[in-house]
C-alpha cells in the first residue's frame, strides 16, 4: 500500500491496483504541492461538505471518471453535478470486490456554501480495507469513545487523525483516539495548515510513539509503503 499525502486532510492510497483518493483540497490550499489536474485515481472518498474536504472533487471525479464514496446526502449533491457516486450512510459496509468501504460517525458539520447554506448530510470518517489491510480515515471529528469499538471490529493497519484542534480534536485528545484504536500506524493531519491548527506535530509524535504505534510526519508530496 502506497499512502501519498495531499497536505491537510488529502491522501492518495494505491493497493490491490486501485487509487483511492480522500479529501482532495488541492485549490486554494496554501500548503498543496500538487495540481488538480495531475491527480489520478478511481474512487474518491469524501468525509463532508466543508470546503477544506470536497475541495477539488468534482473537477478530479470529471478528469478520472472516478466514483465518490460519501454519505447519501453529499452524494446526490455530487450527482446533480453529473458526478458518479456510491452513496452510503453511517455504519454501512459495502464490498466493492478488490476492497471494502464501511463510514463511521464524526462528530462535525457538513454544510456547503457562504451564501444559502446546503447540508450535506452527516460527515463522515472511512474504514478502508484494501489488500489485507485497513486504514480509518476520521475525518473531521472530536474524540469519540466508540473509535475503541470501530477499531475492535475492524483492527486499523494505518490511523489518518487531525491534531490541529480547533475545529477538531487535538493532540491531547488525539493522543487518546491512538490509545483507544490502537493502530500499528498513524499519519497525523489537518493541522499547520493555517495558523488557527498549528501545533508541535514533533510533540505528538514523541508521546504517540510510547502508545506503541509508529508514527510518520509526512509534508504534502510525500509519500510513504506500508
Ligand atoms: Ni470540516
Ligand atoms: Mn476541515
Redesign the pocket.
Known amino acids: 500500500m502506497n499512502i501519498t499525502f495531499l497536505g491537510h486532510a488529502g491522501f492518495l492510497v494505491e493497493a490491490n491496483g486501485l487509487k483511492f483518493l480522500f479529501d482532495p483540497f488541492l485549490t486554494g490550499n496554501p500548503v498543496a504541492v500538487n495540481q488538480p489536474e495531475e491527480i489520478s485515481t478511481d474512487y474518491i472518498l469524501v ?2 461538505g ?1 470546503d ?2 470536497l475541495g477539488d472533487t468534482v473537477a478530479i471525479a470529471k478528469n478520472n471518471e472516478a466514483t465518490a464514496i460519501g454519505v447519501f446526502e453529499l452524494c446526490n449533491f455530487l450527482a446533480r453535478q453529473k458526478v458518479k457516486t456510491h452513496p452510503m450512510h453511517i455504519g454501512g459496509r459495502y464490498n466493492f470486490g478488490k476492497f471494502s468501504v464501511k463510514l463511521t460517525p464524526a462528530w ?3 454544510s456547503y456554501g457562504d451564501g444559502p447554506v446546503e447540508y450535506l448530510g452527516n ?1 463522515c470518517g472511512f474504514l478502508l480495507t484494501v489488500g489485507g489491510k485497513t486504514l480509518y480515515h476520521t475525518g ?1 471529528t472530536g474524540l469519540f469513545y466508540d473509535m475503541k469499538l470501530i477499531a475492535e471490529l475492524d483492527p486499523v493497519d494505518l490511523l489518518l487523525l487531525p491534531i490541529g484542534g480547533n ?2 480534536m487535538d493532540v491531547k485528545d488525539a493522543l487518546k483516539a491512538v490509545e483507544l484504536i490502537k493502530p500499528r500506524h498513524v499519519i497525523p493531519m489537518h493541522y499547520n495548515t493555517w495558523p488557527v491548527i498549528s501545533v508541535d506535530a514533533g510533540d505528538f509524535k514523541e508521546k504517540a510513539s510510547k502508545l506503541g504505534a509508529e508514527i510518520h510526519l509526512l509534508n504534502p508530496g510525500e509519500m510513504i509503503v506500508l
Request: proline fraction near 8%; glycine fraction near 8%.
Open positions: 468525509s463532508h466543508h477544506d474536504h462535525h458539520g457538513s460527515p473531521d475545529f477538531t
